[in-house]
């Protein structure tokens, strides 16, 4: 697989999980609420990708997956935290649960494909 093609789903995760997410509060779509509740969670992917060398196997589930997932919630979290958003406990986990079954489930489904023969 393509880095580029594992950076724009891990991108989409992300911004499902923002669009998910301002829906289920009633708060208005706009570009700039949507920036400004995804830049954190996307600074947090590109840092999880710097940490990880995404790019070298970004398919891999362990450990670019887990990495990536990881930091995209740990760092997207301080981050909101910084700038004065909220971090609610029930938030965290939702944004743990979200975003691991979203980050990690597409890596495990190139896995299993590939595994089965299917040229990812």
Do not use: K
Request: hydrophobic share 60%; charged share 10%.
């Amino acid at each position: 697989m393509r880095w580029a093609t594992a950076a724009v789903l891990d991108l989409c995760c992300v911004v499902v999980f923002v669009v998910i997410g301002r829906a289920s509060h009633d708060e208005a779509y706009s570009a700039a609420g949507l920036a400004s509740t995804a830049w954190p969670f996307l600074a947090g992917l590109a840092i999880g990708w710097a940490l990880t060398r995404a790019w070298r196997r970004p398919a891999a589930v362990i450990p670019t997956g887990v990495g990536v997932w990881l930091s995209a919630v740990v760092a997207g979290m301080v981050l909101r935290a910084l700038s004065g958003q909220g971090t609610a406990a029930a938030f965290v986990v939702v944004t743990l649960i979200f975003l691991g079954v979203t980050t990690l489930g597409w890596r495990a489904a190139v896995r299993r494909r590939t595994s089965a023969g299917t040229p990812a």
